[in-house]
């Protein structure tokens, strides 16, 4: 069984970072590709970052040059550091893995559960 966690969600101050983490874990073949999506009551899901087993990245027009998505293959996690925080940034996150279980040999996404980034003063 795969699981991804998430960590690193809170609340902060607008202009202010904060960095995401999730770790993928489970009986893993291999990990394509891992990133981040975030919701906002109202709103549909809108991706955030992802990164490929590669290091080739792809960022949501909103969030570049404000946000830094970096992977580490050995320990199959990823991480997403935000810096220049807007209230516009409030959203629940999701960790999201397209990934190849030891039970097949074909990829499917995996979702973390979520977690929450609120920017406010």
């Known amino acids: 069984q795969v699981q991804l966690v998430e960590s690193g969600g809170g609340f902060v101050q607008p202009g202010g970072s904060l960095r995401l983490s999730c770790a993928a874990s489970g009986s893993i073949r291999s990990i394509n590709a891992m990133g981040w999506y975030r919701r906002t009551p109202g709103k549909q899901r809108e991706l955030v970052a992802v990164?490929?087993?590669?290091?080739?990245?792809n960022y949501g027009d909103s969030v570049k040059g404000r946000f830094t998505i970096s992977r580490d293959n050995a320990k199959n996690t990823v991480d997403l550091q935000k810096s220049s925080l807007e209230p516009e940034d409030t959203a629940v996150y999701y960790c999201r893995a397209v990934l190849v279980a030891r039970t097949s040999w074909a990829p499917s996404e995996y979702w973390g559960q979520g977690t929450q980034v609120t920017v406010s003063s």
């Open positions: 990164i490929r087993s590669d290091g080739i990245t």
